[in-house]
């Protein structure tokens, strides 16, 4: 079956703010989609109403509908009953910038793993090293895993925890600009790994740049003012013509 | 122009930081030359042997191991009380009061902070009166009023600074345990009080340094000059505490001997106190790095 995302509708208020205006949105595993669009026009409040993170801030109001279709059965995000930590766990999420808890690396997985889904050590030890391998990171670390999260670079932290994410075993990856915070070395690892998680997930990732965007997304979504007021697909996106004047409109 | 400005301040900082440093050493020199003479272990316990008086009980009349003891028990005993119920109420209303509710305890909260020791002793004597006038005509103030009015006094602390420290995390941290699935309560305990712990824990020291220097509270509360020579034996009765101790010295002394005593009283709470912050401070070392490995 098609593992797929599909947001209907979806409108987001923030107080008396309308953040989000009637979007629709898919998104599949193999291929990634990239939301784009100015700053402020409502991609990480996109991002967010996925897994249900907006309903974290006071005041917020959210109507539509978001269905992930990722095993045998169709859930739906607002439906009743939804518990929102299994949610979060099945579409999990990397911030724009490395969000990695003031604890050592290990406990940055040990702390998940244990109290969220009550792993054993030896169960933890197992995916962190998996996982740290699967986003090339387990050369660098394994012989300090006891040192705080922090003392690891920017590009390294974003690895962090995006295989962090990884051992939670998702169904489906929300990518908030996860290299905005980047140098070109750290983006190009990020996306080269992201090629390889489209094959394994379905992948809404928000990007800051047009460039990236046409360099390794397979479809995207123009986001401004709230609205989709585009939808581009893999000859779109490359269309020299079309993205300069997309870009000049937006930024 | 800049550039000299900025020399001034640095020389500045510098003053201010070293004249600090010169006043705790002044004092503390002080202290210790009044004390001179007094400083050893007959200062604590007379001429008992320690060991009666810490174990056995023996009664030490001329050494002022009682107000000591009476002023460990009474620190511990605020801190019990002010403590969990402080982090309690701070945790409260950080993270679940609604924004009118925060509000108003806040302001209360504030009032309560401003309200001067000598009338939360005053409050503490009259409970005491109320008590006896209506249901407990044998009530009479005590160790365990005394710790109760103490704690009362340092609750505001203790509520905003972990108020303050729960609310001063920045929004990614708190996002952080929900996206991995985490619930509010888990996020609370494995994410949140860890992140915020040094500035609850610096709530407590400073809490708990304020329970031990108290004077005004524990003189209508049921601290007295001499309690039998011994430490606190009973949590309703009168006890004796190192300020007191100290207050009452420096007020009724007869000989340059009792002066001399109570420089050297003074010193001893000095050093108590300096040994609960480190005490605490190395408490808070050690959860970090159980919390951080
Ligand atoms: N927690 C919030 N409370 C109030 N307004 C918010 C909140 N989060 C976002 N907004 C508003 O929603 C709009 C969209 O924000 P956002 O989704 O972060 O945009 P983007 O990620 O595209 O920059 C902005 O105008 C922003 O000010
Ligand atoms: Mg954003």
Not at chain 1, 168 to 181: G, H, N, Q, R, V
Not at chain 1, 213 to 232: H, P, Q
Not at chain 2, 179 to 191: E, I
Request: overall charge neutral.
């Amino acid at each position: 079956m098609d593992q797929l995302i599909t947001v209907d509708g979806l409108s987001v208020w923030f107080g008396e703010a309308r953040v989000l205006a009637d979007v629709d949105i898919e998104f599949r595993k193999g291929e990634l989609t990239a939301l784009i669009g100015p700053s402020g026009s409502g991609k990480t409040t996109q991002l967010r109403a996925v897994n249900r993170m907006n309903d974290l801030f006071p005041g917020v109001h959210t109507q539509g509908e978001v269905t992930l279709s990722l095993g045998d059965a169709s859930v739906r995000a607002y439906g009743d009953g939804m518990d929102v930590a299994v949610l979060r766990r099945t579409a999990g999420m990397v911030f724009q910038d490395p969000n990695v808890l003031p604890a050592s690396i290990r406990k940055n997985f040990a702390l998940p793993l244990r109290h969220v889904l009550g792993l054993g050590k030896a169960e933890i030890e197992g995916r962190m090293e998996a996982t740290l391998r699967d986003v090339e990171l387990w050369d660098d670390v394994r012989d300090r895993l006891g040192d705080p999260a922090q003392t690891l670079s920017g590009g390294q932290q974003q690895r962090l925890c995006l295989a962090r994410v990884l051992s939670m075993e998702p169904k489906a990856l929300l990518l908030d600009e996860p290299t905005a915070s980047l140098d070109f070395l750290a983006t190009r690892r990020i996306e080269h790994l992201l090629e390889w998680l489209k094959e394994r997930f379905p992948i809404l990732a928000v990007s800051h740049s047009l460039g990236q965007t046409s360099r390794i997304a397979d479809k995207a979504y123009v986001l401004k003012e709230g609205s989709v007021v585009e939808t581009l697909d893999r000859s779109a996106l490359h269309n020299a013509e079309r993205l300069q004047k997309l870009a000049e409109e937006l930024f | 122009m800049r550039r000299w400005r900025e020399k001034l301040l640095i020389s500045a900082s510098w003053v201010a930081a070293l004249g600090v440093l010169a006043v705790v050493g002044v004092l503390v020199m002080f202290l210790v030359v009044r004390s001179a003479n007094v400083l050893g272990p007959t200062l604590l316990f007379g001429d008992v042997p320690w060991t009666q008086a810490v174990f056995a009980g023996a009664r030490v009349f001329d050494g002022i191991w009682p107000a000591v003891a009476g002023t460990l028990i009474l620190v511990a005993l605020s801190a019990g009380i002010a403590i969990p119920l402080g982090v309690a109420a701070g945790v409260h209303l950080s993270e679940y009061a609604g924004p009118r509710f925060r509000a108003s305890v806040t302001l209360v909260v504030d009032v309560l902070a401003g309200i001067p020791s000598i009338v939360m002793g005053l409050f503490g004597y009259s409970m005491i009166l109320l008590l006896r006038k209506t249901i407990a005509p044998e009530a009479k103030t005590g160790l365990l009023l005394a710790a109760a009015c103490i704690a009362l006094l340092v609750l505001p602390y203790m509520i905003r600074a972990t108020q303050s420290a729960l609310g001063g995390l920045p929004m990614r941290i708190r996002l952080l345990g929900p996206s991995l699935g985490m619930s509010q309560t888990q996020t609370l305990h494995r994410v949140l009080i860890p992140a915020a712990s040094r500035g609850i824990l610096s709530g407590a020291i400073l809490s708990v340094g304020r329970a031990a220097e108290d004077t005004a509270v524990i003189m209508l509360t049921g601290a007295v000059a001499t309690a039998g020579g011994r430490g606190p034996q009973d949590i309703m009765a009168k006890f004796e505490a190192l300020p007191f101790k100290i207050f009452v010295t420096a007020a009724e002394h007869n000989t340059a001997a009792e002066l001399d005593q109570g420089f050297g009283a003074a010193l001893v709470l000095l050093a108590l106190t300096a040994t609960l912050f480190v005490g605490a401070y190395m408490l808070q070392r050690s959860l970090e790095r159980r919390w951080t490995s």
